[in-house]
């Protein structure tokens, strides 16, 4: 399989940002003969289980999402964020399916933190504290930027600041979780307000954690990282 030219979508707002339409099912169907069926009898370790089954003719889901990759139906990205490649399969996919020429499958990224407040300082910080952290950090000056980040970019966790121009935190996590594609998007609001009324105004609007301003970057970081590894077990 060689692949000569890549498509990716330029994405709109009609389509999400997403620029795809639609799904497409890609499969890895292990059959099992007796060879098979004598290594999964014998407790045989799952990378041996997969040599043989290759051998056998299977077809790997990294290969069968490069086939989409072929016909222009998907891109490289869209295989290597939906795909758990196995690291010999990435090797042997880059050497053999792929032109030397063409892009590299894209390695897993980092978890991915939007930021989203008009002031510009707690930006800063935040961009820095979550950077060193480990995290990747987008960010948006608005609320209404904030939501077409979250569609565009789908990050892992969202920090939202609640009094902002053009749409504020209430109504951007509102939006944010009436769309299928981010509602399941952790979100943690920051306010200036501590009192309870805005508090459960932000739980209402489907805000996750609420936290005070001012506050400890080391307990926001906590508080993301809590909410992370919840989304993770879900």
Not at 202 to 216: C, H, S
């Amino acid at each position: 399989l060689k692949i000569d030219k890549f498509y990716k979508g330029k994405g709109c707002k009609k389509c999400d940002f997403s620029g795809w339409f639609g799904r497409k099912a890609i499969v890895e169907i292990l059959k099992v003969d007796e060879k098979i069926k004598a290594l999964i009898t014998d407790n045989a370790a799952e990378d041996r289980i997969f040599k043989e089954a290759k051998q056998s003719g299977l077809i790997a889901l990294i290969h069968a999402g490069l086939k989409e990759v072929k016909e222009g139906v998907t891109s490289l990205e869209e295989v290597a964020r939906v795909v758990d490649v196995r690291e010999e399969e990435l090797k042997a996919a880059e050497e053999a399916a792929v032109e030397p020429s063409a892009p590299k499958l894209p390695a897993r990224e980092k978890k991915k933190i939007l930021v989203v407040d008009d002031e510009e300082d707690i930006v800063r910080v935040l961009r820095m504290r979550f950077k060193a952290a480990g995290y990747d950090v987008i960010t948006a000056g608005d609320g209404q930027a904030g939501v077409e980040a979250a569609i565009k970019e789908k990050p892992d966790l969202i920090v939202m600041d609640v009094m902002m121009p053009i749409l504020d935190g209430f109504g951007a996590t509102k939006e944010i979780r009436s769309r299928l594609e981010t509602a399941p998007i952790p979100i943690i609001m920051l306010t200036a307000k501590s009192d309870i009324e805005s508090e459960l105004k932000g739980i209402d609007a489907g805000a996750d954690d609420y936290m005070a301003k001012p506050f400890e970057a080391d307990r926001l970081i906590a508080h993301a990282q809590m909410l992370l590894k919840r989304k993770e077990r879900n």
